[in-house]
């Protein structure tokens, strides 16, 4: 069963105040827990425990929450499939600790510049995948989905395991998005931990539940919207006045 977390603000896990736990209500069957963990390191170390023993663990990001396993671990992987329930064939992304990590898992046919414009960010970009990215992530595209959320908390996950991360968002296919770790109790049972960062995004916009903005920058002087998610006048804004990049339709 996991752990319920008490909340992490973008800081909290790593640094600050010893803060009060509060009571998580399980779902059902699930052993109720308090830890304290606001202004301490047991969050971020117990979350590397779990990913690097091979378990899924909820998160908190800078748009809605995920769902987050070793990318490496090909095991790993495949039970992230069955817990969303999703289609082999549709792509998981992979979440970094800094920008200068997506040289190593991809091929960048853009400028650097154009990635710090747009990483850290709720942006996430499609380029093609080197072969250091695990070949049994996503085996059925030669494009990967590069994350680095504006999130410390992820970030510094990301960081401490050493390498990539496989994220999606921590609701069923199909579903509405989570920006509470209460919209998820369905999937606690199959998590090794569940990190609550409190809600996510702007809870009173109604852009909170798109999730990042998707764009395929895969061909050089194009880019192609693949989701809009909450940031899409933005990033257009930046790949076509500023790099002059020009849209490419999507076909049928």
């Known amino acids: 069963m996991p752990v319920a977390l008490g909340r992490c603000g973008l800081r909290g896990m790593l640094a600050g105040p010893m803060a009060r736990g509060r009571l998580l209500p399980a779902c059902a069957g699930a052993e109720r827990r ?7 390191g047991q969050a971020a170390r117990s979350a590397v425990a779990a990913l ?10 800078d748009t809605v929450y995920g769902v987050a396993c070793l990318v ?5 992987v495949e039970a992230l499939y069955r817990l969303k329930g999703r289609p082999a064939g549709k792509p998981l992304a992979i979440c970094l600790g800094d920008v200068e990590q997506v040289h190593r898992y991809c091929r960048v046919p853009v400028p650097e510049e154009l990635l710090r414009d747009l990483l850290p ?10 072969d250091a990215l695990n070949a049994d992530l996503n085996p059925f595209t030669p494009l990967v989905g590069v994350r680095v959320p504006d999130h410390h908390f992820v970030r510094e996950l990301a960081r401490a395991c050493g390498g990539a991360l496989a994220l ?3 609701n069923i296919s199909e579903r509405a ?11 606690w049972p199959h998590l090794s ?37 909450c940031a899409l006048t933005q990033t257009v ?5 500023k790099y002059g990049l020009r849209a490419e339709e999507s076909g049928c």
């Open 34 to 40: 308090v830890c304290l963990v606001e202004g301490t």
């Open 52 to 61: 690097r023993e091979g378990g899924l663990v909820a998160v908190p990001t």
């Open 72 to 76: 490496q671990n090909s095991a790993a």
């Open 121 to 130: 960010g709720p942006v996430t970009l499609v380029l093609p995948r080197s």
């Open 168 to 170: 999606t968002s921590a």
């Open 177 to 187: 998005s989570s920006i509470t770790v209460m919209e998820f109790q369905e999937l």
């Open 193 to 229: 931990l569940v990190i609550d960062g409190g809600p996510t995004g702007d809870a009173l916009s109604p852009e909170c539940r798109l999730g990042s903005t998707v764009v395929d920058l895969s061909i050089p002087g194009k880019y192609k919207v693949i989701r809009p998610g």
């Open 237 to 241: 804004e930046i790949l076509a006045s």
